[in-house]
């Protein structure tokens, strides 16, 4: 049986758009490469993205020559406004990326008419938001192309993964030409992610959690682990050797059986995401405005904090695991970002929001010790 024609059909039900549409890859911003790859993307083009991202996503933009444009993001929504993204646009302007961050998205509709008043491709970085809806319709069947991650902490997944949707037909033809390229994952990295996750299903217990976490990250920020970023991706514009890398068949099958308990899932993470922003905006703390709740459903919930490493320890000692995704405008890259083209001084609002988030999470069957954790911590909240 073929795994990857089951996932993608199973994925483009989910979506509600035909099987022919939905493309599969080792790891999202591999799909972003093919999308901006096929979209005829090089040298002397300019393609614009928030400047509250994955550094990946730049990268995919700089190892095709083309030049990444930053817009800083809206403090209400952590996306990025029609009007600071219009202000970006110019004749070298080929594309337009638009972020759902965390789960939400904002003024998709709007930045999309721009792209198609002025003949610009637009995709949707739906790496958070898979299955999550806007505006009553699925994430990311708006813009040209979308595309989706299932690496560990996504929606669903897969270990590692990436699907690209593309919405605009023009493209197709072009991006079944690149997918002849893709290279099979090598015996080595398909070894690794099948002991990654296994260790997940058999071993990821209450009682060992802490100890393998600590022990996954160690091991992937020394490359021993298929971790989320090699070091080369985060070092510099390094384009690793087998980027380009099509799905795996135990990637495949896992996701088959990770997407039925999706809507389960999101429906879990839609509830306790509407409880902590209820209890954020009770408490005069950094909250997400009412008008875009109904629309989404948080992969995890973002606050704000005075001291991030205080609160992370605190929240450690109290076993709740808060994720500290963000700390850069260019997660996880600190520093000089002149690199990637960004002048950290040129986006006030995702500098401060990266130096004060923490990710609460959004998938706990029992929310009390959280809900326990922030009234004792909420001095500590902005
Ligand atoms: C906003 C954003 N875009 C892109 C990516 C890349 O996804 P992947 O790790 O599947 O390549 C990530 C990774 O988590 C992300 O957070």
């Given at each position: 049986m073929n795994f990857n024609k089951e996932y993608c059909l199973l994925i483009s039900k989910h979506l509600g758009v035909?099987?022919?549409t939905i493309f599969t890859y080792w790891k999202g911003r591999v799909a972003l490469y093919a999308a901006l790859k096929a979209m005829g993307i090089g040298a002397g083009d300019e393609v614009i993205l928030p400047a509250?991202?994955?550094?990946v996503v730049p990268n995919a933009v700089l190892y095709l020559g083309a030049t990444p444009v930053y817009v800083d993001i809206d403090k209400e929504t952590l996306c990025t406004s029609v009007s600071a993204v219009e202000s970006k646009?110019?004749?070298?302007?080929k594309c337009i990326l638009i972020q759902n961050m965390l789960g939400l998205s904002s003024e998709v509709d709007e930045i999309i008419d721009i792209t198609k008043k002025k003949g610009i491709y637009s995709i949707e970085d739906c790496t958070h938001g898979f299955g999550g809806s806007y505006e009553g319709i699925r994430?990311?069947?708006?813009?040209d192309c979308a595309f989706y991650s299932t690496q560990?902490?996504?929606?669903?997944?897969?270990g590692v993964g990436g699907i690209l949707y593309v919405n605009?037909?023009?493209?197709l033809p072009a991006i079944e030409r690149l997918n002849k390229e893709l290279k099979t994952p090598s015996i080595k990295n398909v070894m690794v992610l099948r002991s990654l996750l296994y260790a997940r299903k058999y071993l990821l217990k209450n009682w060992s959690y802490w100890f393998l976490i600590r022990l996954y990250r160690r091991l992937s920020s020394l490359g021993?682990?298929?971790?989320?970023?090699s070091k080369q991706e985060i070092d510099g514009i390094h384009k690793p050797g087998g980027y380009f890398m099509g799905l795996s068949e135990v990637q495949a099958k896992t996701g088959v059986k990770a997407l039925n308990n999706l809507d389960v899932i999101l429906q879990k993470r839609k509830k306790n995401g509407n409880r902590l922003n209820d209890w954020m905006r009770d408490h005069s703390k950094y909250h997400i405005k009412?008008?875009?709740?109904?629309?989404h459903s948080f992969l995890k919930f973002p606050a704000l904090v005075k001291d991030r490493i205080l609160f992370l320890k605190a929240a450690e000692n109290h076993k709740i695991p808060m994720g500290d995704w963000f700390t850069s405008p260019l997660h996880p890259v600190k520093g000089d970002l002149s690199e990637w083209k960004?002048?950290?001084?040129?986006f006030p609002i995702a500098c401060e929001i990266s130096a004060q988030i923490v990710n609460l999470p959004t998938?706990?069957?029992?929310?009390g010790p959280l809900f326990d954790f922030l009234e004792k911590h909420k001095n500590e909240l902005i």
């Open positions: 035909s099987e022919n509250f991202t994955c550094v646009i110019t004749s070298n302007t994430n990311g069947l708006k813009t560990w902490n996504k929606p669903f997944s897969t605009n037909e023009t493209l021993l682990v298929v971790g989320s970023s009412e008008a875009l709740l109904p629309n960004l002048s950290v001084a040129e998938d706990l069957d029992d929310m």
